[in-house]
């Protein structure tokens, strides 16, 4: 008789199993399982810990370079190559026409002469980079020796067959690509996908934030420049060298050429009166100062004389004058290693009087920022060269009219407040169009009345604007969404607010408080800004409904007040804004508060000047903060189409 739990024979003598070993063996198997699944899921989890702790480094990187990308794409390569267990990894930029490689992992010296060799070029098929930017999407190469249009220089030789391509994009501009590459031929796995598309927004959050950085350095990097040569007019009367040095110099250093010349034209001869570059260069324009237009036609500086208009390439070989193998043109292109290449003529009572020419070293475009600086360089230099025949004429008179001395003293004057004015002239206009719409500014500019802006008491109309929940969208959003939606309605509220000549108070974030009878009168100031408002509800709407598509839950309300304030400009040398204080700015700026999103809330003093001309509904009476009573309140509907 068989033990309970124990095994036994069938009735054909076959062994079977009893219910307590099926249980242990049904256990082992389970427990096969778990480890397994435990095995995996620490696999998944060191995965995890190590995608984060690369993209933990990236973000480090971006954060301590806000000046210089490079280092983030090495961060990348290097990262790529580590966490997707491929051959290779590179990075490349795009600038708008052509691709250029910046960055390798895990590469030999042949593979870079390759690159070398290939790049900068135009997108096409030949590689999975331009695939990427022809597509703006992701491209998966399975074999790339097995695809027809497929460069065949590189995947044979360097011993890979798989690839992948992610773009790097900016409001859907591509900006670069990252290209990983394995060995093995066969499909790309998700997660090493996934994983690229995160370092490409990584590397499109770094190439955005050293633009920004760029462009604010260079903005102030163009005003320094101007200032500087400015100050070598006004304090070097009469000496053309030390100017033309100055404008060369900064015209080089702030458009990053390497070499350039400042020419100044008699008739058919160019004289270089200033050279920027190697030490080899400025010595070869010393002994040979002159380029003669009879022995060089068709080069750049004979075309500009006919044509007076700027002349920019990116490549200097590809002007007709060096295709026409010009002696002047080729060694400017063979010896010194001219390739981007900027002409400004220098124009006096519509006739070419020199030039500004500079050069660099790549094939890269001029940016247009960069061209209107020099454009404003050549005006300088004319305005020196008159200011300095001026001034020559004012000194044989004195020679010949000692009598006179004091009318030479006065002239000479009328020199140096010419140079103080245009000076103060960019200062008081760079300063008014900072809070004053463009039409405004240059209204008080040119009648004089800028005594206006000093401290006074006037009857203003306030209205105050900001978007409802505005503070919980950038709470949860990213600061990119946050920046592009702010852009989107600074953008249309700028536009109206010119468009009604509003005096900008002030703005901060999605706040921004206009006045209106200050400091240019109005007529009926407090209708002015009903009108605007109204105008602005309707485009902000548009934009609202563009919003709430994108899920974000967004309102817009407006206040509007009327009464007496105290205005003028406050701050410090280099930054002044200008500012009203008084009951009338709090009142607009509660109502603001208090209005639901849509409506625009005018208190009574408003409803007086303006009942006419809308429509309107009581809200109620409104306790506003600071205020010693209730204030009643209404909601604007619509205008009244034959009043406003």
């Not at 930029?93 to 691709?99: A, E, M, S």
């Not at 760029?214 to 200032?227: F, H, W």
């Not at 400025?282 to 100062?289: A, L, Q, W």
């Not at 105008?535 to 839950?553: D, S």
């Amino acid at each position: 008789m068989q033990q309970p739990g124990g095994s036994g024979r069938s009735a054909k003598g076959q062994r079977t199993v009893r219910p307590k070993a099926h249980k242990e063996l049904t256990a082992h198997v389970s427990t096969d399982h778990s480890a397994e699944q435990f095995d995996r899921l620490k696999r998944e989890r060191d995965e995890a810990l190590e995608q984060l702790a690369a993209t933990s480094e990236i973000l480090r990187v971006i954060r301590t370079s806000p000046t210089d990308v490079q280092p983030v794409f090495e961060t990348i390569v290097r990262n790529a190559v580590s966490l997707c267990g491929s051959l290779f990894a590179n990075v490349f930029r795009f600038d708008g026409g052509l691709l250029h490689w910046v960055a390798s992992h895990n590469v030999g010296p042949s593979y870079v002469d390759l690159l070398k060799a290939k790049f900068p070029m135009r997108p096409d098929r030949s590689q999975v980079a331009g695939r990427v930017l022809l597509t703006k999407s992701v491209i998966r190469l399975e074999n790339a020796l097995t695809d027809p249009d497929y460069d065949q220089r590189f995947p044979g030789p360097m011993g890979w067959r798989r690839m992948l391509g992610v773009p790097m994009l900016r409001e859907g501009d591509p900006l670069g690509v990252i290209v990983v590459g394995w060995a093995q031929a066969g499909p790309v796995p998700k997660t090493q996908e996934q994983l690229l598309k995160t370092f490409a927004d990584q590397a499109a959050i770094a190439i955005e934030n050293v633009r920004l950085f760029n462009e604010t350095k260079e903005a102030l990097d163009r005003q320094t420049a101007t200032s500087e040569v400015l100050k070598v007019i006004s304090s070097s009367p009469g000496e053309l060298e030390p100017v033309f040095d100055a404008l060369l110099t900064n015209a080089t250093r702030i458009c990053a050429a390497t070499f350039g010349n400042l020419f100044l034209r008699d008739d058919h001869l160019f004289h270089a009166v200033a050279v920027h570059g190697e030490q080899s260069y400025v010595d070869h324009y010393r002994r040979n100062p002159e380029v003669d237009l009879r022995d060089n036609p068709g080069i750049p500086l004979d075309r500009v004389v006919s044509t007076k208009q700027v002349i920019h390439l990116a490549d200097l070989r590809t002007d007709q004058s060096y295709l026409n193998k010009n002696d002047r043109i080729v060694r400017l292109v063979e010896i010194a290693g001219a390739r981007g290449f900027l002409l400004v003529p220098m124009l006096k009572a519509g006739e070419v009087v020199g030039a500004i020419v500079i050069y660099r070293q790549e094939v890269q475009p001029f940016y247009d920022k960069q061209i209107d600086l020099v454009k404003n360089f050549s005006v300088q230099a004319v305005i020196a060269i008159e200011n300095t025949r001026l001034l020559k004429e004012l000194r044989e008179r004195t020679g010949e009219l000692e009598a006179r001395s004091q009318e030479v003293v006065k002239l000479n004057q009328q020199l140096e407040r010419r140079v103080a004015d245009q000076v103060g002239e960019i200062e008081r206009m760079s300063r008014l169009r900072r809070f004053l719409s463009p039409q405004v500014a240059d209204l008080i500019i040119a009648s004089g009345m800028e005594k206006q802006l000093e401290s006074h008491r006037r009857e203003i109309t306030a209205l105050f604007c900001d978007l409802r929940g505005f503070t919980g969208f950038s709470e949860i959003s990213d600061p990119e969404d946050v920046m592009s939606l702010l852009r989107d309605y600074h953008a249309a509220i700028g536009e109206i607010i010119i468009k009604y000549n509003g005096t900008l108070e002030h703005y901060a974030g999605d706040g921004v408080m206009v006045l209106f009878n200050d400091p240019i009168p109005v007529l009926n100031p407090a209708l002015q800004a009903v009108r605007m408002a109204l105008e602005m509800r309707t485009a902000i709407g548009a934009l609202i409904e563009k919003w709430h598509r994108l899920g974000h839950e967004i309102g817009f309300g407006i206040g509007i007040a009327h009464g007496f304030a105290t205005l003028g400009t406050i701050g410090f040398e280099g930054r002044f804004d200008y500012a009203a204080i008084g009951t009338v700015a709090n009142v607009a700026s509660r109502l603001c508060d208090e209005a639901k999103p849509g409506q625009i809330l005018i208190s009574p003093r408003v409803l007086m000047a303006v009942e006419d001309a809308v429509t309107v509904e009581p809200v109620g009476d409104f306790a506003l903060k600071g205020l010693h009573r209730p204030i009643a309140a209404y909601n604007v509907l619509s205008a009244v189409s034959s009043k406003i």
